[in-house]
């Protein structure tokens, strides 16, 4: 079975673990969807940062999902930990991140 999806130029491993009947040669679909989601809102972090000229020396995205029911289930919700490290006054930051959730997933999934 092949378990790999051309995305442009790039090739994503897609797989499930196998006591779902797959094998856990790469991450699952719902994994894939969660890191668009965290790169989807790093990614506005970062741009907008730039645009505003706020300095931040670290960004971490992790984002998790709560799932209901095993079949035809869906995300009863999904949270994406924000943290930054930055020199910056705290309501800039803040400001950023007010900004930043309007992203395209974040807007799309609203």
């Known amino acids: 079975m092949r378990n ?10 897609v797989d499930e673990p196998e006591e779902s009947g797959g094998g ?8 894939h969807f969660l890191v668009g989601v965290a790169s989807c809102l790093m990614t506005q972090y970062v741009r907008l940062a730039a645009l505003d000229r706020i ?4 960004l971490d995205v992790p984002a998790r999902g709560h799932l ?6 869906s995300f009863e ?4 930990d924000t943290m930054v ?6 309501d800039r930051i ?10 395209y997933v974040h807007v799309t999934l609203s």
């Open 4 to 13: 790999e999806v051309n995305v442009r130029d790039f090739l994503l491993t």
């Open 24 to 31: 856990s040669k790469g991450p699952d679909p719902l994994s």
């Open 55 to 58: 300095d931040f020396q670290e």
């Open 68 to 73: 209901v029911g095993k079949l035809r289930g």
């Open 77 to 80: 919700r999904m949270i994406c």
């Open 85 to 90: 490290t930055s020199s910056e006054r705290e």
């Open 94 to 103: 803040k400001q950023l991140a007010l900004k930043a959730e309007a992203c």
